[in-house]
């Protein structure tokens, strides 16, 4: 049976597809950086090259440019964590998910966004695809927190839900920035200590 060939992509769709890319690589990257407040649109499309208007073609607001930056990241997240070792122990692939993350956030491509910042957060929740990428990452790990309350990794008084934003609250976590600006520890060395602070805990064992 003969097959059928894809269709063939205009070169101007291709060119809009890179140029798309290019503006969600550039606000990922200010997110890190600067944060959604401090970033502007101004910024964005003078790191890719463009005029603000022809941005605006793409996107048609700054909680817009941010809401694909979170999609992507939750797509990153989602791809990383489906890819763990399925005979992994609970507590194994939870702490790899955070180094994931910790590690991100090193290499700035961790959007850094305003929790209490209510347009965002309304842009947020009408995208389809970053509600749907949070929920089922939020489930895979939620599964794996309750696993290994069951097998006593994780302590079972403590509430799924506390257990699963601590682990989040390391994707923005501070002590990250100001270790790496102490300059006594590098990159690696700063992950494991704050994955020790996390899973283990500050008492003496």
């Not at 890719?48 to 999609?71: C, D, R, T, W």
């Not at 257990?163 to 690696?188: K, W």
Request: aromatic share 6%; net charge negative.
């Amino acid at each position: 049976m003969p097959s059928i060939a894809a269709p063939r992509v205009s070169f101007k769709a291709q060119m809009l597809k890179v140029r798309e890319e290019a503006i969600i690589q550039a606000v990922n990257r200010l997110l890190a950086e600067k944060g959604f407040d401090a970033m502007t649109v101004d910024e964005v499309a003078a790191n890719v090259g463009i005029a603000k208007a022809s941005l605006y073609k793409h996107f048609p607001s700054k909680e817009h440019l941010a809401a694909v930056a979170m999609v992507r990241v939750m797509q990153r997240a989602r791809d990383f964590c489906t890819a763990l070792a399925p005979d992994a122990t609970p507590l194994d692939k939870l702490r790899a998910a955070t180094r994931w993350m910790m590690e991100l956030k090193l290499a700035g491509e961790m959007p850094s966004l305003p929790s209490q910042n209510s347009t965002l957060r309304t842009t947020l929740i009408a995208n389809q695809d970053y509600m749907n990428g949070l929920i089922e990452v939020s489930d895979l790990l939620g599964g794996w927190i309750e696993a290994a309350q069951a097998d006593g990794s994780i302590s079972a008084k403590l509430p799924p839900i506390v257990v699963l934003y601590t682990l989040y609250a390391r994707a923005c976590d501070p002590v990250l920035e100001f270790l790496m600006m102490s300059g006594q520890h590098n990159n690696d060395e700063i992950v494991e200590l704050v994955l020790s602070t996390c899973f283990d805990g500050l008492n003496a064992r």
